[in-house]
């Protein structure tokens, strides 16, 4: 039988274990490793970030329902709405109020946050199916203002983007694709998607 651990070596054990994880996590952007069978190219090939990236996003509300119906036994249906008005926020600020993208996203962050605290105060005060009925409400008239409320703002049923601004740095040309990406050297990983700087 061993012996219970002080906190501070457990803690330096568990991190020493998933340090290099995230180091390769990291490094994931940069490498030209190929997956036969799983992805058509390597995995620094803008197809392959980008459904890299939808799979983080979808991983993310898989995990949030797993922690609220799983652990809580609470039936939310206002996922979308946070992320929705986050991302909303993101894009309007991007595209139409010209803000940079680390300015608008810190902002989008913001106001998905307000938007959980302010539905939790209401959906909060019920349970059980009820508790679902009030998410579910908020949601779909947060749906309905998007698609019919602005759809010169928002983009209506087909949303919106943020504008693609050509990134600093010196362009050069991808040896697979004719559109110009900038240098690998000068972008960090966690700003790199899809083989151009957002």
């Not at 190219?41 to 979808?58: E, N, R, T, W, Y």
């Not at 036994?73 to 986050?86: K, P, Q, R």
Request: with cysteine; aromatic share 6%.
């Amino acid at each position: 039988m061993s012996e219970p651990c002080s906190a501070e070596p457990c803690l330096r054990g568990r991190a020493l274990r998933v340090l290099p994880a995230l180091a390769a996590l990291y490094l994931i952007p940069y490498s030209t490793l190929q997956v036969p069978g799983v992805f058509d190219g390597p995995l620094d090939s803008p197809g392959v970030l980008q459904l890299l990236a939808v799979c983080l996003v979808f991983a993310g509300l898989a995990l949030s329902y797993d922690l609220l119906f799983g652990h809580t036994g609470i039936m939310s249906f206002g996922h979308g709405l946070f992320v929705t008005g986050g991302m909303y926020a993101t894009t309007i600020l991007v595209n139409h109020a010209g803000f940079g993208l680390l300015i608008s996203a810190a902002a989008g962050l913001g106001i998905g946050l307000a938007a959980a605290l302010a539905l939790g105060t209401v959906a909060l005060r019920v349970d059980g199916i009820g508790f679902a009925m009030v998410t579910l409400a908020f949601g779909q008239a947060v749906s309905l203002l998007v698609v019919s409320g602005s759809p010169s703002l928002t983009g209506g049923e087909q949303g919106q983007t943020p504008e693609r601004r050509r990134p600093p740095g010196r362009p050069v040309r991808h040896p697979q694709h004719r559109e110009p990406v900038l240098a690998r050297a000068r972008v960090p990983g966690a700003l790199r998607c899809g083989g151009v700087v957002v």
